[in-house]
């Protein structure tokens, strides 16, 4: 039993810390009534996965997530609802009695695989660490090893771009 | 009851940059005041203690009595977290500034990530406040608080990313340690490595005090036009959290100018560094933050965005560019 005033013992704390909240974070976006309570849920679900990321011994992809999911991609998409979202909140009502319960039951099925396999798996440490995770490593591999994924994404990037510039000089000239 | 001193060492710190964050948001406003009364020719608070020295401690006391009031049909649950939101992010930031040689919290690899990524949390405070608080001038500096920082994070970071590029790591320990040895070592002064240094610093001088919201961007609480912007409808200590955080991120980008361009706690002539040379350069920042929101009138919001898109970023992509061609040839 490792005491809890050790780096330690506070450390595997906030393990569970984090573990909570990504949950009650998933928790609130999806059953939220308001869409800016679902943003903000999501965006407490993004910290808790940073959180996990950071366990992992990635710093930098933990950051990572901070920075653009949380500060560019929630921010976004508060935004847009902010544009759109008319004050009354819409009840959503499903047409089929059957949805509900076939929704529980395909979830409860992930759930039980996703457990089993945790379970069945024999877990090993890594052997060894590849590399640190710098600035430097992650060039190199972005440059190297993975310079057509990276090429690829950029392309995607551009198409974006692009796209919604059309878009936007479509809606200026109406 | 053995206890790791590893943790009464983080506890001390955590108290520390808590005190701080604090005491800077309190003397920073007491600041503001009196230089904005001499800049217009008054004297500014002078009744309670010598010089006005107590009177934010006054004041704090009378916003911490004042009723937190909660107005019917805002969005309560969203409209308490967003004071937390604002301010927790920004103290966070302060456990990987190094402000000495060994008076750091934590030195991380990463330090200079961390506070950006930080950082980017602040403007989700400011939205869901605003967004909460079902205000039209709330929203509409919502609107424009977003629109300001996404225009004025590129340059910055551009900027930033071609400091990294010269210093080669993102450890602010390290690049702080990479400068000593007087003025001429400053990055600000790396002429070498890219003859628009100057320029530099001052796109990311700009840009700080857009993404701080100072004047003259102050866009998204001009009191002339939107009453309180994204707080109107805070009262008491919620509007206070809102401030202090406000000063907290002024506090984040001055040190993080003073270290990147500045040379942290070097001194100028190269003797004897140490924590009080990084306090002068860090509060000469701020007394200029101030004194330009004294000088300047607010810019319109059209010149904001314009003053990002069409000037600042070109020449932070220029310098990129610039600097990558004299790294590789050099």
């Not at chain 1, 407490?44 to 990572?64: D, I, K, Q």
């Not at chain 2, 904005?36 to 006054?58: D, M, S, T, Y």
Request: charge should be neutral; include cysteine; proline fraction near 4%.
């Amino acid at each position: 039993m490792v005491s809890l005033l050790t780096v330690e013992g506070l450390s595997g704390l906030l393990f569970f810390g984090f573990i909570g909240i990504t949950l009650a974070g998933a928790i609130i976006a999806t059953s939220a009534r308001s869409l800016i309570r679902s943003v903000a849920g999501l965006a407490l679900c993004f910290l808790g996965v940073a959180g996990l990321y950071y366990y992992l011994n990635s710093p930098f992809v933990a950051l990572m997530q901070i920075l653009i999911y949380v500060g560019a991609v929630c921010v976004t998409i508060i935004f847009a609802v902010m544009l759109a979202e008319s004050s009354e909140l819409k009840q959503i009502t499903s047409r089929n009695g059957l949805v509900g319960p076939l929704a529980f039951l395909a979830s409860g099925i992930l759930v039980f695989a996703l457990a089993g396999l945790a379970l069945k798996t024999e877990w090993r440490p890594a052997l060894c660490m590849v590399n640190r995770g710098t600035v430097e490593n992650l060039g190199q591999s972005l440059l190297t090893t993975y310079s057509m994924s990276f090429e690829l994404i950029s392309v995607v990037l551009l198409v974006a771009v692009v796209g919604s510039l059309v878009l936007a000089r479509a809606g200026r000239d109406k | 009851m053995y206890v790791d001193p590893e943790i009464i060492r983080l506890l001390a710190f955590l108290v520390g940059v808590i005190a701080f964050a604090a005491l800077n948001a309190a003397y920073l406003v007491w600041l503001e005041r009196k230089e904005a009364a001499h800049i217009q020719r008054r004297i500014g608070p002078k009744e309670v203690g010598p010089f006005g020295l107590f009177q934010p401690l006054v004041d704090g006391i009378k916003l911490m009595t004042k009723q937190l009031i909660v107005p019917a049909g805002v969005d309560p649950v969203l409209f308490k977290i967003a004071p937390i939101l604002v301010m927790v992010p920004a103290i966070m930031s302060f456990v990987t500034i190094p402000f000495g040689e060994t008076l750091v919290a934590r030195n991380l690899d990463i330090g200079l990530l961390a506070i950006f990524a930080f950082a980017s949390v602040n403007v989700l405070g400011l939205l869901l406040g605003a967004w909460g608080s079902r205000n039209k001038y709330a929203v509409i500096s919502a609107a424009r608080v977003v629109s300001q920082n996404v225009a004025y994070e590129i340059p910055m970071l551009v900027t930033v990313v071609t400091l990294v590029m010269i210093t080669g790591t993102m450890n602010l320990h390290t690049i702080v340690l990479q400068q000593q040895g007087g003025f001429w070592h400053w990055n600000i002064f790396n002429l070498s490595a890219s003859p628009l240094m100057p320029v530099a610093f001052l796109i990311f001088f700009v840009c700080m005090l857009a993404e701080t919201n100072r004047a003259p961007f102050d866009m998204a609480e001009a009191e002339s036009e939107l009453v309180a912007g994204a707080f109107t409808e805070y009262s008491g200590m919620g509007f206070g959290v809102f401030f202090m955080g406000e000063y907290a991120n002024i506090v984040i980008g001055a040190s993080m100018a003073t270290i990147l361009f500045l040379g942290g706690w070097d001194c100028p002539l190269g003797l004897f560094p140490g924590v009080l040379w990084f306090l002068i350069k860090m509060y000469f920042l701020i007394f200029t933050v101030i004194w330009i929101r004294w000088t300047f009138p607010r810019t319109t919001f059209y010149g904001l965005l314009n003053l990002s898109w069409k000037i600042l970023i070109p020449i932070s992509f220029f310098n990129l560019i610039l600097t990558s061609a004299m790294l590789k040839v050099f």
